[in-house]
C-alpha cells in the first residue's frame, strides 16, 4: 500500500532563506506527483505537478523534483518570504489511480 | 482558471440528518473527488468518479455515498450523520486524458472546504 512521508512536519525559517521540503513514496509506481499549499481553512492550491515521465517542474520560485527510483520528490522555495506561509502538501497518484497525500510540513516564514 | 465550488463553507447537523455536500466545477473534467481531512490523518479519499454515473470507493467510504447525475456536479452524502464525520471536506476535480497506452491524471483543483460538525 502506498504512503507518503514529509519531512519535516514544521518549519521555521527567516524570510530570505532558500529551503527545500521532502516528499518520500513507498510505492515507485507513481504516475504523478503534485504538490499543494494550504492555507488556514482554505482548500488546496496546486503548485507544480510532475508527470512519470518528467524529473523536475519549475514555477516562479518554486522547483519539484522527482526521483522515482529512490521514491522522492522535493520542493524547493527559492528566497522564501511571508506569504510562502502555510502549510505544504504532496501527493502521489497511484497504480489504483487515487491519489495519497502526505501529512504535510508546516511553514513560517519570519519577517 | 478553473473554478470548484462547494455549496457550504461551514455547516452545522444534528446526529442522524441525512446531510448533502454539494461540489460543482466549471471545467469539463472527467474527474471529481470527495476527500476528508483531519488533524494528524491529513487529507483521506471518501469517492471518486471517473465519469457520469460512475464511482469508486476511496480509502474511508464506510457510512458515505456519492451521486454523479451530471458531469459538473458531485454530491457527498451522509445518510445517517454521526460525530465521527465532524471534519472538514474537500472536494477536487481533473483532466483525465490518454497519451499512448496511458492514461494520465492531470492537475487536482480543489474546493474551498467544506467544515462539517455533527452534534
Known amino acids: 500500500k502506498q504512503e507518503v512521508t514529509q519531512i519535516p512536519a514544521a518549519l521555521s525559517v527567516p524570510e530570505g532563506e532558500n529551503l527545500v521540503l521532502n516528499c518520500s513514496f513507498t510505492?515507485?509506481?507513481?504516475?504523478?506527483l503534485q504538490w499543494f499549499r494550504q492555507d488556514p481553512g482554505k482548500g488546496l492550491t496546486s503548485l507544480l505537478l510532475i508527470q512519470s515521465s518528467q524529473r523536475e517542474q519549475t514555477s516562479g520560485r518554486l522547483n519539484a523534483s522527482l526521483d522515482k527510483s529512490s521514491g522522492r520528490s522535493t520542493l524547493y522555495i527559492a528566497a522564501s518570504q511571508p506569504g510562502d506561509s502555510a502549510t505544504y502538501l504532496c501527493?502521489?497518484?497511484?497504480?489504483?489511480?487515487?491519489?495519497?497525500f502526505g501529512t504535510g510540513t508546516r511553514l513560517k516564514v519570519l519577517a | 482558471d478553473v473554478k470548484v465550488t462547494q455549496s457550504s463553507r461551514y455547516l452545522v447537523k444534528r446526529t442522524g440528518e441525512k446531510v448533502f455536500l454539494e461540489c460543482v466545477q466549471d471545467?469539463?473534467?472527467?474527474?471529481m473527488f470527495w476527500y476528508r481531512q483531519d488533524p494528524g490523518l491529513g487529507l483521506r479519499l471518501i469517492y471518486f468518479?471517473?465519469?457520469?454515473?460512475?464511482?469508486e470507493k476511496g480509502d474511508i467510504p464506510e457510512g458515505y455515498s456519492v451521486s454523479r447525475e451530471k458531469k459538473e456536479r458531485f454530491s457527498l452524502i451522509l445518510e445517517s450523520a454521526s460525530t465521527n464525520q465532524t471534519s472538514m471536506y474537500l472536494c477536487?476535480?481533473?483532466?483525465?486524458?490518454?497519451?499512448?497506452?496511458?492514461?494520465?491524471?492531470?492537475?487536482?483543483?480543489f474546493g474551498p472546504g467544506t467544515r462539517l460538525t455533527v452534534l
Open positions: 477536487a476535480s481533473s483532466l483525465a486524458f490518454a497519451s499512448g497506452s496511458w492514461l494520465h491524471t492531470d492537475t487536482q483543483y
Open positions: 510505492d515507485s509506481a507513481i504516475y504523478n
Open positions: 468518479s471517473y465519469d457520469v454515473k460512475m464511482k
Open positions: 471545467m469539463d473534467h472527467e474527474n
Open positions: 501527493a502521489g497518484l497511484s497504480r489504483t489511480y487515487k491519489y495519497i
